[in-house]
């Protein structure tokens, strides 16, 4: 399997189908990074455009996309390439998680009483 | 390949082999459900539809980039802090006789109350220990609890007068003995107010909140919080019982009307026998507070103008941000004792205001002891200690940690032990619930308290 760029490096997985190449877009979003046009040489995929917003998420589509060749059913061609575009579309738009962190937590000062949920009063005298 | 070397290959599966436990959580949503990793309280909103290829490909692989990070995070929330606050007692004493009131209903009659000196003397003591805890130019927070601290008015004022660069101070009052006078000293030294009132009417407010002649003040307390009203650092408390649960809604229109920033809808402690009389059923209460929190939605739609229900925001915020949650009762070990502690007016120590009717929880005195030794005796051990996987069924319930099977005063007066869960678990239960389809809705703004963000920072997305 050949790719290039610094994602598909963690891809170089022998037996697996041949030919996602993961360029530069040049599309941005946000404070993201480039975002992937992922295709395939010969064609047979070249209409597919899958977007990610960093390396990590680029593993995330190639993962997907090597575990979508090994589908019951998935066979080369247009009717592949709609069931692969809608697929990774959705999954990519439908999950939604995050995390946060206190900035003040190293220093003992983040955690209070409900009382101080409400704004600071500003001391007027 | 030993088995360390497998444990740290990433799996592709959840929930076999060495992938990790997820569980699935329905949200009441059509078309989503809540993925969560428990230990870390890592969590993912997936299309019910794509929930297989998620539990076999992206989620293990997204978790398994940052399990050991969101661990070390969960750990020091639960397990490293140290004492930044203090509930402080003044007084013994309360002019009402509330029904469901926590403290023993002789301490609140005969019961004594500090002079300015003692109260002072405390505050140093106090100072002194945070000192050692704190990093250099952080303020300690101090609430006047009670009781009814403002019985104690000259000693406590005496302290916030003394003592206002060097603390944050808090006052939770009954807001019955707020004069002009108190309103504005208060104010202008800047102090968090919380006023409790418990209904939109005089008719159901004064069945529970009551003098010892059995005479209600929603009148007055009415009056003063219209005069906290553009008062930043305000907000009220409303303890739900059976008197008042049908009345939620009402209770929120009532208070945005009023021009209250912050509210709590608190469940009864089932702490004395007078909470669990008053102990609203478990389907009741939540029922009733989902509609109350629409509510707040609502009028946040048509009004432009926010109305926090803090306890649910701090579920919400325990949930985007594990250590951006402010009340520490939702987690466990629970901050009493560990983040927290409270000082009674006869200068004992407990791991809360809540175990101050109980004196085999007593784990110091302030004038007389050490207060790390009093954080590392018996008492305090027991409820440091206590936490959800020593539970049965917490210990195998998703939203432990979003929970934290509150509270172990209520826990142990209703079940024997505190290794129970809470008399309230299905209401908490909603609550995650509920929390997590404000996310999917992308409401988390509605319900978070103002701030939240500068307060916190982003650390993952999933991309």
Known sequence: MQF????????????RPRGFCPVTSGISRGKAADSQLIREPEDLLSNVKLSCTDGKGARTILRGLSGLFCCPGAVPGKPFIAFMEDTMKKSAKKVISYRRRCLQLGQNTGLSHYILLAPKAERSN | MDSAQQAAQPSRYANTGFGPNFSVLDIGLAETVAVIEPDSAYWALVNKDELGEALAGGLPADFAERAEDFRQEMQALRFGLTPSAAYFNPTERC?????????????????????????????ERLLSYFATVLPEGAK????????????????????IEKYSDRFHFGVQTNATLLDDEAIDFLTSHGVGIGLSLDAPTAEIANRTRKNWNGTGYFDKVVEV???????????????????????????????HELGVGVI???????????GQDLKPDNEVMTANFVKALDRTHELYEKTGRKMVVANFA????????????????????????????????????????????????????????????????????????????????????????????????????????????????????????YAFRVIAQGREDAYLWDGFDDETEETYRWA
Do not use: W
Not at chain 2, 229 to 255: C, G, K, Q, R
């Open chain 1, 4 to 15: 290039r760029g610094g994602p598909a490096a963690v891809i170089g997985d022998a037996g």
């Open chain 2, 95 to 123: 002019n009402l006789n509330c029904g469901y009131c926590y403290l023993p209903e002789e301490m609140r009659r005969d019961g004594i109350t500090m002079t300015p000196e003692q109260l002072c003397d405390a505050l």
């Open chain 2, 140 to 159: 300690p927070q101090l609430i006047f609890h009670g009781s009814e601290p403002m019985v104690a008015r000259e000693a406590m004022f005496a302290g």
């Open chain 2, 225 to 255: 919080i219209k005069k906290f009203a553009d008062y930043p650092a305000m907000n009220v408390i409303t303890t739900v019982t059976t008197a008042n649960v049908e009345h939620l809604v009402e209770m929120v229109d009532f208070y």
């Open chain 2, 264 to 274: 709590m809808l608190n469940p009864v402690r089932c702490t004395r026998k007078g």
């Open chain 2, 314 to 433: 701090n579920i919400l915020a325990g949930v985007i941000a594990p250590t951006g949650r402010r009340l520490m009762c939702d987690i466990s070990p629970c901050g009493g004792g560990r983040c927290f502690f409270a000082v009674a007016a006869t200068g004992d120590l407990f791991p809360c205001s809540e175990f101050i009717g109980f004196p085999e929880y007593k784990g110091g005195n302030l004038f007389k002891d050490e207060i790390p030794q009093a954080l590392v005796s018996e008492p305090f051990k027991e409820i440091t200690g206590r936490k959800a996987e020593d539970i049965v069924p917490c210990a195998s319930c998703a939203i432990r940690h979003f929970c934290g099977a509150p509270c172990p005063a209520e826990v142990k007066e209703v079940s024997g032990t505190v290794n129970a869960p809470s008399p309230f678990c299905q209401f908490y239960e909603e609550q995650a619930r």
